[in-house]
Every structure is written in structure tokens, then in C-alpha cells.
């Protein structure tokens, strides 16, 4: 993958210097971001060093003090978004108990792509999904792996167990990130890694960003496994509706099988999330429930607006 | 740390099964499990059988395992 496409003044300094001229890095501090295309284009290419990296940026950047500086100034920007909306929504965080967790999911209320694209879709709008949800579906559960090394034994165990069945058991025919990979090569599309970046809207590169933001640092492992519980649980019963939506048009089985899959998958990992995962992590640091539902909060507000983004643009 | 369980019963929800298994469903034809953990459906509402599929979260309640 190349560099994205630059969005505002501050991506198009920061992309010009990481490819060109990494010698002169320094002039980006104190640079801010134009708009929330701008802060959310950037952030988004500094973590994808951390991910596969670009081919026309020296891999050594990953590290770059300036660049690092860079990042956690647009992540306290993003984190203190993410904390705010969370206090301003939720008010009084539950006591944890698996219950709990899954009725503040049902409990949740916002517009379903998933319904959208089982009644009513078009096959055109359907493609749009498709590309825009490529750049997370590529690199599935790769965000939540980082914290792995941070947790207690049980926690460790638990979130493996899980993230083996991510990864397709050792079969890399059955990762599920090349599941949606076959998916879109059946559908006409690319399966190219970050093909599709350029034509994202900001609220799909927050969402993804958001994920990484939770998964590279230690400190937010609460917020990191709430994320991954809340995504499990808002997963297989949409998961369904989408395949029947795939179906409906007469989209390719490879795609609708992705889906299929996780129907199933996530009807299993939605209790491991919740009671062995986010369960062992409670047990050991009591202190984190806060972060877990700052985390699994932030999951469902983030797709409530990539969902009212797209059913406007639709809708239009 | 207590035990590590081979079978979860999850409340109100499915039945999890850790490891290889063969599980015959109500009409006597048997699937083995293919994933790490499976979920086996409780609610008997579900679409893939006899896996679970997420549906008794929206059934009512009173009706869940």
C-alpha cells in the first residue's frame, strides 16, 4: 500500500515528509490538524506504520520521535472525543456483571446498517459498504493482539482462546480476515490491503482508529477487550441479517459465507468476550469496569455514525 | 484459580463446549464441532441448529434457558 490520499494541510506535510524528506520531521511539531478529515486521515497512517506499513515509507518511521509525538497529540485529541461522549451518554457506568454488559448492549439504540442491507440495500449501496468496511475487515482483530502481552494469565488465556478461532485455528484459508478477502474478490472488488482508504469518509477512519488507539496502549486494555465484547455481541444476529441482505441480491456465496460464518463464530465469542474475557479482566483488576464500558460504549457510538453517515448519503 | 471448565453454561444463553466433540441434534443427525468453543443452541429457537445463532437474545426473557 501507498501512502493515502492527503486530506487537509497537516496530512498533506506529514505524508510529503514521510516519504520524501524524513530528515526534516521535526517541522511538523506543533502542526494541528485542519478539520476532522485531516486529524482522522493522519492518525489513521501513523498507526498503519504499526500495521503493514507503506511501500513508499521507510519501515524505521514507525518509531520516529516526531512522529510519536505526532500521534499522541492526535490521540489525547481522540481519546478525550471518546471520553467525553461517553460521560455526556451514559451517566451512571453499571456494576459489572455479564448481564450487565449485555443489556447496555441491547439496550443501546441506533440505526442498523444490517437491517438496511437486508430489506432494502440496493447491490450499488451494498458495494459501498462493502469497500468502506474492507479496511477493518483486512486486518480483523489484529488491534485487540497487542494487548495480549499486558494481561493476567487468565485474561491472556481467555482472549486467546478467542482470537485463535480469529485467525482461523492456524488454517489460513479460514482467518477471517481472508474470508472477507475472498468475499471481495467474488464480488468485483479489490481485495488489495487498504485499497479502499481514499474513499472513506472520516467517521469510518475514527472507528478504525479508535480500535488501534485502545489496542496499542496498555493503560486502556479495559477500554481495548470492552470494544471487542461490545463488537461480538452487536455481531451475530446483524451478521445474519446481512447475509440474507447478500443473498437477496444475488451477491456471491463466498461473501455471504464470511457473513454466515460469523453468525456462528460470534454467537460463541460474544459469551467468551463478555464472561471469560472481560469477566477474567474484572476479577483481576476491578478498577477497569469504568474502561470496559468506555470501551464497549465507543464501539456502538462509532458505528451509529458510520451507520448515519451512510443512511443520509443514501437516503439523499 | 479454580478449575478449567470443558462445558460453560451460559445463562439465559447457549451451551459452550470446549475442544472436539459430536453433537447429534433433535432430528438424530450429528455435526462434529469445528472452532475451539462451540456454542450449542439452549433456546431451540435457532436457525443453525443445533449451534446457536444469537436468537434467544431476542426472545423474551422468561422464554431464555
Given at each position: 500500500?501507498?501512502?493515502?490520499?492527503?486530506?487537509?494541510?497537516?496530512?498533506?506535510?506529514?505524508?510529503?515528509?514521510?516519504?520524501?524528506?524524513?530528515?526534516?520531521?521535526g517541522?511538523?511539531r506543533?502542526?494541528?490538524?485542519?478539520?476532522?478529515?485531516?486529524?482522522?486521515?493522519?492518525?489513521?497512517?501513523?498507526?498503519?506504520?504499526?500495521?503493514?506499513?507503506?511501500?513508499?515509507?521507510e519501515?524505521?518511521?514507525?518509531?520516529?520521535?516526531?512522529?510519536?509525538?505526532?500521534?499522541?497529540?492526535?490521540?489525547?485529541?481522540?481519546e478525550?472525543?471518546?471520553?467525553?461522549?461517553?460521560?455526556?451518554?451514559?451517566?451512571?457506568?453499571?456494576?459489572?456483571?455479564?448481564?450487565?454488559f449485555?443489556?447496555?448492549?441491547?439496550?443501546?439504540?441506533?440505526?442498523?446498517?444490517?437491517?438496511?442491507?437486508?430489506?432494502?440495500?440496493?447491490?450499488?449501496?451494498?458495494?459501498?459498504?462493502?469497500?468502506?468496511?474492507?479496511?477493518?475487515?483486512?486486518?480483523?482483530?489484529?488491534?485487540?493482539?497487542?494487548?495480549?502481552?499486558?494481561?493476567?494469565?487468565?485474561?491472556?488465556?481467555?482472549?486467546?482462546?478467542?482470537?485463535?478461532?480469529?485467525?482461523?485455528?492456524?488454517?489460513?484459508?479460514?482467518?477471517?480476515?481472508?474470508?472477507?478477502?475472498?468475499?471481495?474478490?467474488?464480488?468485483?472488488?479489490?481485495?488489495?490491503?487498504?485499497?479502499?482508504?481514499?474513499?472513506?469518509?472520516?467517521?469510518?477512519?475514527?472507528?478504525?482508529?479508535?480500535m488501534?488507539?485502545?489496542?496499542?496502549?496498555?493503560?486502556?486494555?479495559?477500554?481495548?477487550?470492552?470494544?471487542?465484547?461490545?463488537?461480538?455481541?452487536?455481531?451475530?444476529?446483524?451478521?445474519?441479517?446481512?447475509?440474507?441482505?447478500?443473498?437477496?441480491?444475488?451477491?456471491?456465496?463466498a461473501?455471504?459465507?464470511?457473513?454466515?460464518?460469523?453468525?456462528?463464530?460470534?454467537?460463541?465469542?460474544?459469551?467468551?468476550?463478555?464472561?471469560?474475557?472481560?469477566?477474567?479482566?474484572?476479577?483481576?483488576?476491578?478498577?477497569?469496569?469504568?474502561?470496559?464500558?468506555?470501551?464497549?460504549?465507543?464501539?456502538?457510538d462509532?458505528?451509529?455514525?458510520?451507520?448515519?453517515?451512510?443512511?443520509?448519503?443514501?437516503?439523499? | 484459580?479454580?478449575?478449567?471448565?470443558?462445558?460453560?453454561?451460559?445463562?439465559?444463553?447457549?451451551?459452550?463446549?470446549?475442544?472436539?466433540?459430536?453433537?447429534?441434534?433433535?432430528?438424530?443427525?450429528?455435526?462434529?464441532?469445528?472452532?475451539?468453543?462451540?456454542?450449542?443452541?439452549?433456546c431451540?429457537?435457532?436457525?443453525?441448529?443445533?449451534?446457536?445463532?444469537?436468537?434467544h437474545?431476542?426472545?423474551?426473557?422468561?422464554?431464555?434457558p
Amino acid at each position: 500500500m501507498l501512502t493515502p490520499k492527503p486530506r487537509g494541510t497537516l496530512s498533506q506535510t506529514l505524508f510529503e515528509l514521510m516519504r520524501s524528506r524524513p530528515d526534516e520531521l521535526g517541522t511538523i511539531r506543533g502542526r494541528r490538524p485542519e478539520h476532522p478529515d485531516d486529524a482522522q486521515i493522519s492518525l489513521w497512517a501513523l498507526y498503519e506504520l504499526s500495521f503493514r506499513g507503506f511501500e513508499d515509507v521507510e519501515e524505521s518511521l514507525e518509531w520516529h520521535p516526531d512522529l510519536v509525538a505526532l500521534r499522541g497529540e492526535l490521540e489525547a485529541d481522540l481519546e478525550a472525543e471518546l471520553r467525553e461522549r461517553f460521560r455526556t451518554a451514559v451517566g451512571e457506568v453499571p456494576a459489572w456483571s455479564p448481564d450487565a454488559f449485555f443489556d447496555f448492549c441491547a439496550d443501546h439504540d441506533g440505526p442498523s446498517l444490517a437491517s438496511f442491507v437486508h430489506r432494502d440495500a440496493s447491490t450499488d449501496q451494498v458495494l459501498d459498504l462493502l469497500r468502506l468496511r474492507s479496511v477493518y475487515h483486512l486486518k480483523e482483530a489484529d488491534w485487540v493482539a497487542w494487548q495480549v502481552p499486558r494481561l493476567d494469565d487468565t485474561t491472556k488465556a481467555a482472549l486467546m482462546e478467542l482470537q485463535y478461532d480469529e485467525y482461523g485455528t492456524g488454517n489460513p484459508h479460514r482467518l477471517h480476515a481472508g474470508m472477507f478477502a475472498r468475499g471481495l474478490e467474488a464480488s468485483g472488488l479489490s481485495a488489495t490491503y487498504g485499497a479502499y482508504v481514499d474513499e472513506v469518509p472520516a467517521e469510518i477512519l475514527e472507528q478504525n482508529n479508535a480500535m488501534s488507539l485502545f489496542g496499542l496502549h496498555r493503560r486502556l486494555r479495559g477500554a481495548a477487550l470492552g470494544h471487542l465484547a461490545a463488537f461480538e455481541v452487536t455481531s451475530s444476529l446483524p451478521s445474519r441479517r446481512i447475509a440474507q441482505g447478500l443473498r437477496r441480491l444475488g451477491l456471491p456465496e463466498a461473501m455471504a459465507a464470511y457473513y454466515d460464518e460469523h453468525v456462528e463464530a460470534d454467537a460463541v465469542h460474544e459469551q467468551l468476550a463478555v464472561r471469560t474475557i472481560c469477566g477474567a479482566l474484572v476479577a483481576a483488576e476491578p478498577t477497569l469496569v469504568t474502561d470496559i464500558f468506555l470501551g464497549a460504549f465507543s464501539c456502538l457510538d462509532l458505528e451509529d455514525r458510520v451507520a448515519h453517515r451512510l443512511l443520509g448519503e443514501w437516503a439523499a | 484459580m479454580s478449575e478449567h471448565p470443558d462445558v460453560i453454561v451460559c445463562p439465559g444463553g447457549p451451551l459452550l463446549l470446549r475442544g472436539d466433540h459430536v453433537v447429534q441434534d433433535e432430528d438424530g443427525v450429528t455435526h462434529r464441532t469445528t472452532r475451539p468453543v462451540s456454542a450449542v443452541c439452549r433456546c431451540g429457537k435457532t436457525s443453525t441448529s443445533p449451534w446457536c445463532d444469537g436468537t434467544h437474545k431476542v426472545i423474551p426473557a422468561r422464554n431464555r434457558p
